[in-house]
């Protein structure tokens, strides 16, 4: 073990992983976010297994990952704004939508003339791309339109036998994809909550950003911010007070914090209300109960505030009652 203090993973797996990508073969990564389902950002056909593998539509653009800027200026232009974005959320749970450089191929992005860029900041996939020396290309690592994976079981349960490989990192920190920010418009847009808040964001660029584009407005832009994603098979409902479920109502039932007497059919996302805890327990929770909620699911509305906006995003996605 001794030289890998970060990284859980015995390195020969990192460098397995590492060659799969190198050899256009696709597999599941740990992010800080959600897990991530990686290929070569720059070879197309790796890239179209991610979409077959998924099932995900070729209209919808993917991240694409780099593990240090001189990859990241190698993908895009950045602006002088943009590069004081990245110096300040990078590595980290931020993207950034630029005008793309023609090393990334047309399939990443949709055939937009834009792309979306991260720098992770989980150990293992900041290895794994400094071990290929290419940007990934990596959507979540989940069926199209289902809950995406916060653990590697929830990939091997899903996708494993259409991968090459899963690279274990843990739970994810977060919990929630990365916040995305269009920077090739005037003002910058916010095109999906995260965990870097708005204000966060503002604070650093000195002015204001759009935080509430139109929906019609950011669709071309943001093609996969499809208003139903993310949707368990139950029946979910959302609520803001108790009194709102039906008294008739059997199913179980997901509170914001731990309830003083919890019964037997109420869960919860945190403790004691922290909005973190709610981001990072709310995929898992809900897939584990998917498994039996015959009845339906109501899951309690956080506050639209900081990462809150995140959560209550994709509640608001995953409902479909
Ligand atoms: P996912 O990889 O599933 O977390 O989703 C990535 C999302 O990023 C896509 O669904 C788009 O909404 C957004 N995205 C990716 N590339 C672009 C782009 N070039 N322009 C605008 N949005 C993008
Ligand atoms: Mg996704």
């Not at 003339?113 to 990596?138: F, G």
């Not at 409902?237 to 509170?255: C, H, T, V």
Request: aromatic share 6%; net charge neutral; proline share 9%.
């Amino acid at each position: 073990m001794g030289k890998s203090h970060n990284i859980s993973q015995p390195p020969q797996e990192l460098l397995e992983a590492a060659d799969f990508i190198l050899r256009g073969g696709i597999g599941a990564v740990p992010t800080e976010t959600v897990y991530g389902l990686a290929a070569n950002a720059l070879n197309p056909s790796a890239v179209r297994r991610i979409f077959e593998a998924k099932g995900r539509p070729f209209i919808d653009p993917l991240i694409v990952h780099v593990s240090d800027m001189e990859m990241a200026r190698a993908a895009a232009h950045f602006t002088p704004e943009a590069l004081k974005l990245a110096e300040h959320f990078w590595p980290g749970p931020f993207t950034l939508v630029l005008k793309r450089k023609d090393a990334i191929p047309d399939i990443v992005s949709a055939g937009l003339d834009t792309v979306a860029l991260r720098m992770p900041s989980h150990p293992m996939t900041r290895a794994l791309i400094n071990a290929c020396s290419v940007p990934i290309a990596a959507p979540s690592a989940n069926p199209f339109g289902y809950i995406s994976p916060t653990l590697a079981e929830h990939v091997r349960e899903q996708l494993g036998n259409k991968i090459d490989f899963i690279l274990d990192g843990g739970p994810c920190k977060c919990g929630v994809e990365s916040t995305i920010l269009m920077a090739t418009c005037e003002p910058m847009k916010l095109l999906r909550a995260g965990p870097i808040a708005p204000a966060e964001i503002e604070r650093v660029l000195g002015r204001p950003i759009d935080k509430n584009p139109k929906k019609n407005e950011a669709h071309p832009e943001a093609p996969g911010m499809l208003k139903s994603h993310y949707s368990p098979r139950s029946k979910l409902s959302l609520f803001d007070l108790p009194e709102e479920i039906p008294e008739a109502f059997k199913g179980e039932i997901i509170f914001l914090k731990r309830p003083e007497h919890p019964r037997k059919n109420e869960y919860w996302l945190s403790e004691s209300g922290d909005e973190a805890e709610m981001a990072h327990n709310l995929f898992a929770l809900l897939r584990s109960l998917d498994k039996f909620a015959k009845n339906g699911i109501y899951c309690q509305r956080p506050r639209a505030d900081g990462i809150g906006l995140a959560v209550l995003d994709r509640l608001t996605r995953a409902k479909n009652s």
